[in-house]
């Protein structure tokens, strides 16, 4: 739901190629998120499993022109946005692979010692968080791309209540990068459990 939100606010309009990078359980999710709040048509997956890769995209295969590839690069480089939902701790997309209006969604790396891009993908972005404490203790994207002298805390562009309550601006132009790094928050899990609690109380 973080992701929805937060490709709600920063994916171009117009989105309509997803790829999903990673098979575990949280990779069906991320593709019902995305195809909630845009036009999504094609879906891929990559996974270091090729075989979990083709399982994945079978479960989508009658809803999406959705199909398992092994070519990272290729399609990185072809989708307009990518969503990352991996236990990685070497980079998975690089920068150089970005082409102009991609947003990338980062779900996995909730350490320090985790990553799944490379410090090119913080450099190029306009960068969000689902917050600033979140990022700034666990956020292995950037705490890495800081180490390497690629990125700032300061370089943040604004975290996800920012952008929902109109406090800060999302994307700047249909050909920025943005980039949105969750590492997961009890609040959000708190606001999840409302909205189902609230649906039910008006269930007959």
């Not at 990673?22 to 879906?43: S, Y």
């Not at 997956?45 to 199909?67: L, M, N, P």
């Not at 309550?165 to 409302?194: M, N, Q, W, Y």
Request: glycine content about 6%.
């Amino acid at each position: 739901a973080a992701s929805a939100l937060a490709a709600r606010e920063l994916a171009r309009e117009d989105a309509q190629s997803l790829l999903v990078v990673g098979t575990g359980k949280l990779a069906p999710m991320v593709i019902e998120a995305h195809a909630a709040v845009r036009p999504i048509r094609r879906v891929r997956v990559w996974g270091r499993s090729v075989e979990k890769a083709h399982q994945v995209a079978a479960e989508y295969a009658e809803r999406f022109d959705c199909e398992a590839v092994e070519d990272l690069a290729a399609a990185a480089r072809e989708a307009d946005v990518i969503s990352c939902v991996t236990l990685s701790s070497e980079p998975l997309i690089r920068g150089e692979w970005l082409t102009p209006g991609t947003h990338l969604d980062l779900i996995g790396a909730f350490r320090p010692s985790m990553r799944e891009t490379d410090a090119e993908c913080l450099r190029r972005s306009q960068v969000f968080v689902d917050t600033y404490a979140g990022a700034q203790g666990e956020a292995g994207d950037l705490h890495q791309a800081i180490a390497e002298g690629a990125f700032s805390f300061d370089d943040i562009a604004a975290d996800l209540a920012e952008l929902l309550k109109g406090e800060k601006s999302g994307r700047t132009s249909p050909d920025a990068i943005t980039l949105f790094k969750s590492v997961g928050a009890s609040l959000e899990d708190l606001a999840a459990a409302i909205e189902v609690w609230e649906q039910l109380e008006k269930r007959p």
